[in-house]
């Protein structure tokens, strides 16, 4: 099953015409009806009737359309999840930091990056940051005030 031929089912599903599904898609109207009857055949079954001038959803067809519909959501919102990561919109930066570096020096260091990282947000948000020892146990640090926390606000430090 192709991402395409589903678009193209669904395309036919709010039309109900062939030729303006595929006007809609952008692609030729034997194009997109070789790719509903490939679906079908993958499916098991009918999903459209096609009566002279009239195109109606089977049993079958209207039976599976939600899960279709539901495939192509969650198709979108792994791509926009995929094109906001690869953007570095909230992503997540993890950091080690060896004890021996002072709080002071991280500190200024991670007041800098998020000057330069944000999206220039004017809220404000409070940190708290911990240094994870070989032993597990956790050191808390005062929280650190950050101006405008764009993509570094889902940023985990430990």
């Known amino acids: 099953m192709e991402v395409h031929q589903v678009r193209y089912f669904l395309a036919v599903c709010e039309t109900l015409n062939f030729t303006r599904a595929a006007e809609n898609c952008n692609v030729s109207q034997p194009a997109l009806t070789r790719a509903v009857h490939k679906l079908e055949e993958e499916l098991g079954g009918l999903l459209l ?8 959803l089977t049993d079958f067809g209207r039976l599976v359309r939600p899960h279709l519909e539901q495939m192509i959501a969650d198709a979108e919102a792994a791509k926009s999840t995929a094109k ?8 997540p930066i993890n950091l ?10 991280f500190m200024s260091f991670l007041a800098e990056f ?6 220039g947000s004017a809220s404000h948000s409070r940190w ?3 240094f994870e020892r070989r032993t597990g146990s956790a050191l808390p ?3 650190v005030r950050l101006i405008s926390p764009g993509s570094i606000a889902n940023t985990r430090i430990i």
């Open 49 to 56: 009737r096609r009566e002279n001038n009239l195109t109606h």
């Open 84 to 91: 906001r990561f690869l953007q570095m919109d909230n992503a």
């Open 96 to 105: 080690g930091v060896m004890c021996s570096v002072g709080p002071i020096r």
């Open 114 to 119: 998020h000057t330069t990282h944000t999206s």
């Open 128 to 130: 708290g940051i911990a």
């Open 141 to 143: 640090m005062s929280p």
